[in-house]
């Protein structure tokens, strides 16, 4: 077992913390404010390519594995304690990596450059109003018209939509191409962003204050063949290689918020008074602390653990999809749950400065929160992992 990360990969983390600490976490205080990413910051990554990191160099990406992007994954969650950055990090790169793997040919010529610059960003339509977690019960169609597709349903809480209605940039789309098939009849399109045939209506968060999120309403949406990804019918194998990407980014970037707030905490533990001595001399605030340190250190472990083995997986076929979907849901599980008890307890030590408005731990409990839900619930992470242990027949319906 080798631990270390290598030379290649320190110095993308040492570039990438540098701009995020000089070009992020200065304009976070902006971004709050107008509740928008500025573009300075996109084109800040666009110029080292961290938009592009998934798609294959042939088309002007990095080609970087999973564990590499999740290394720029912490750095800039380490600036950014609102996590819209990250998220809007990880959504594009784990989706612009399903996109490159599952294009025809003729499709991935036409998008990926751009994908890879950056001036096309890729979100995941999946959830609906009335079905998240069961995706056999959606009921967003494709009706095959002429040489393609058309296609009908709404799409609700999902994220960057505005930002890839003003920047440009596509979904990929979960719809319906058999409907009496359940699961069976799924299909996978990359859809561009079009005003004529998607209304989007935004949603208000309770956190992720650089974020856009909202609704989608397909009306009679028409593609080509081409824009199918993968085969079709066999959407719902494919997107879960998405979800288990972002999953594990979300792992390491929840690790990162986390530990941004606990260094926070020791500080201000080291500095403030109570009794006559520093509150960091309380064994109980003490072993709040200590029992935080470890969890992040397995969380984080896990969490690399699950990228190693999606990119073992993607490489060399070295594991079985379901052993990655447990070691990815174990990851998700732990860390998400972990971090925000973590950034709510850095919260209580700060005492009243806690709880006043955009500090780093608000900030961070309200952004990180999201994450029990997005790409997968808690409770969906739960039934993988009994689902893996207890073997399939337990959850035949
Ligand atoms: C901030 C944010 C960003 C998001 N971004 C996107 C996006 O970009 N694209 C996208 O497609 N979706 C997005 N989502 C939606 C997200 O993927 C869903 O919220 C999630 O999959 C759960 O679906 P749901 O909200 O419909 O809840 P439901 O599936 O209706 O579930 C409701 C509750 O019941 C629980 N539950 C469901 N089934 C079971 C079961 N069998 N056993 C026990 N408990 C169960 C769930 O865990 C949940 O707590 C986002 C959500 C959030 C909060």
Redesign the pocket.
Known sequence: MDFNFSEEQEILRATVREFAQREIAPRIPEMIQKRRIPHEIIAGMKRLNLLGMTVPEIYGGMGADAVTTAIVAEEIAAADPTVSIPVMFL?HNAWSYLLAKYANRELAAEILPSVARGDKLT?????EPN????LGSMTTVAVKSGSGYTINGE?S????VRDIRELGGGYVTVAKTDPGKGTAGITLFYLPDNEKSIEITSLE?MG?EGST?GALRFKNYVTESRNVLGKVNEGFKIVHEGFEFARALISVISVSTAMTCLNNGIEYMKSRKAFGQPIGKFQGLQFQLADHMARMEAARTVGYKALWMYDQEQKHGSFSRFQISKQVATAKLLSTVWAFDAINDALQWHGAYGYTRYNPQELALRGIR?FQ????????MK?IIARESLGRDFFKQ
């Open positions: 959504v979100g995941i339509a999946s959830t079905f998240g977690s069961d799409k809480f999902i994220s960057l968060e992720r999120w999201s839900l997005a790409e997968g619930s808690r409770e969906i039934m």
